[in-house]
């Protein structure tokens, strides 16, 4: 029998409801009503919240109870859908059979359920699914299974059941069910714990936890050449483009999500260019994508998410960083700013600056910012430049080069620090002079200069977590090369980086389409043999998928081992909202294995086989 829509089954309970002056039914409404109970028992969802809602005599509920499923639970399932409290409850007094049917029906028949018993105040199931042996089943809920019982307890004042299930459910799920408790009811030994779970936004920690990538190396597959890359300031999404080559050039944009692989948006034009491209580039500003598009030095700036909009061209205009109205570029006369919902580029003119440099500009010039303290750093050639994006605070200072020195990359390392990296002559010979500034200094001229060793000699990998390092400049301290490649950029060759097949081959090319993460947590990169090939965009996170399973595993199913997870891998990530977050099971585990494991120094015992390894080595 086909599935009745609402309207549907609305229909037939009007047609079975005339009688005869006898009480029986004439043919039509006979035939009416023996469609609806055929439905009933055959579990459609429109029939039975039709009858669920309807007043019946006695005489239709008995033929509706004679076509109910035998088996105990099944039957106080149907009988809750159907609106027969009393009977399921003579049937089913505890609640044990209902819950028993609860968890072993399907996503759609449980919110029928959830919906039957709300309707009807019946709270039964809930102290049958969060008591007893039936607890470890919370590790098996879905949100809105969690959503429904905790409302249910609160609404029923079952407060001390309430508290045992806030503990034993997942962090972000345990923070909503903690806020279901009055301030009065977070009491007892666990209430500073409940106080600090209520304080936290659920939804936040919701996302911080659903943007996490759930694999130490995530693959994007494209077709195409130029391959360029950006992550979305909040590192949810990856924004990549490149360009095809048919009869005509086309350059594509598609944005990805980290946490799940799926396309959010695309977009296809054909390519600003006769010969070039390698300079295109794309800048992810979360709730928009820039496009710049280079040919022969000549480049033109677009909005292409959501909308298509050409905000600017021009000679020379430099790489587009964020700033924190959107984003800025240098262009001949000092800085343009590609502000959210502009159609326009707005022009900052920078005094005694004039760009010079129409040709290969990457390789004489840089561009940094910092967003959150809205401060902008430009080298060109030989002089430095440092000011507030809106153009107060300027500061003109001399970076002299050597005759061989090229390919400069600039990062704050803080408001007041900015660092520049420059290679120095070629080949596995070269030197790689950092140079350090601390701002403002009373002698901007003296500033600290690092020894001239390829950077990864003497800057740790650890030494980027928690700073927004830019791209350029952290794309160095991965590699150990000590050459400038121009177009191809630098080797990635992270010692757990290595390709599979060749071994003493480093694994990952990062050229323009390199990019990282705020925080340094992720980085993409890629590989292209030739120049039309098909290109692999890898996302790298060593630590981001063993919090995410972390913060996922529900508080009930939590282990000792869990909680020292946590504390060695906390100072290992730099998004602080992922290190709260771990932070915040820390605490719940802790206060779990309060009496169960020794804090502190004091050495612990080595993980079994099945824990989760951390290492450089990244042995599992």
Known sequence: MAQLT?????????????????????????????????????????TQEAVRAAELPDTDVLELLAVGPEEPADRAAY???????????????????????????GPEARERLRAAMAAEGDGDAVRAVVTGEQRDRVAGMSRADLDYLGRQLAEHGRFD??????????????????????????????????TVLAEWPPEQLRATIARLPREEVALYEVEGSHLQASFSPDSSELAACWLTRTRKA??????????????????????????????????????????????????????????????????GISEMRRSSTGAVMVFDEGLAFAERDASELRHVPVPRFSRTLWHDPDAWSALATLPSHGLVAFIEVDTLWVMSESGKGLRRISAKRADNEKAPALSFLSPRSLALHRYR????????????????????RQPTVEPQAAIRDRWALERRHGIPLDDSFAARILTSAREY?????????????????????????????????TGGDMFVAGEQRYIHSPRNLEVH????????????????????????????????????????????????LEERFAGDVALGTSSVAAGGPHDIALGEDRAK
């Open 485 to 517: 490649r121009p177009y191809a950029g630098c080797y990635i060759d992270i010692p757990w980086l290595r390709d599979p097949a060749d071994p003493a081959r480093p694994r990952l090319e990062a050229g323009n389409q390199f990019a990282m993460a």
């Open 161 to 194: 059941e309430l508290r045992r299930l806030t503990l034993d459910l997942p962090p972000a799920e345990a923070v909503a069910a903690a806020r279901l408790l009055p301030p009065r009811e977070r009491s007892g030994e666990t209430a500073a714990l409940l």
């Open 6 to 46: 609402e309207d549907g089954a609305a229909r037939l309970l009007r047609l079975s409801a005339p009688r005869r002056a006898d009480g029986s039914r004439a043919i039509r409404a006979r035939r009416a009503w023996r469609r609806l109970v055929r439905a009933c028992a055959e579990g459609d969802a429109a």
């Open 541 to 588: 996170s060593p630590h981001l998928p063993s919090a995410r399973g972390l913060l996922e595993r529900p508080l009930v199913r939590g282990e000792p081992q869990h909680l020292r997870l946590a504390q060695e891998l906390r100072p290992k990530i730099g998004d602080a909202r992922v290190r709260d977050a771990l932070g915040l099971l820390a605490r719940c």
């Open 250 to 315: 086309e350059i594509q944009v598609r944005t990805f999500r980290i946490g799940t692989g799926e396309v959010t948006r695309e977009h296809r034009a054909r390519a600003f260019l006769k010969y070039g491209g390698f300079y295109n580039s794309v800048l992810h500003l979360g709730d928009a994508v820039l496009l710049r598009e280079e040919s022969r030095s000549r480049h033109r700036i677009s909005r292409v998410v959501p909308d298509s909009v050409v905000l600017g061209e021009g000679y």
């Open 79 to 105: 009988l809750t859908l159907i609106g027969q409290r009393e009977q399921r409850q003579a049937l089913d007094a505890d609640g044990a059979l209902l819950a028993l049917a609860y968890w072993a029906a």
């Open 425 to 444: 002559g070629f080949g596995k010979d070269g030197e790689q002079p950092i140079t350090v500034w601390e701002l403002p200094a009373e002698d901007p």
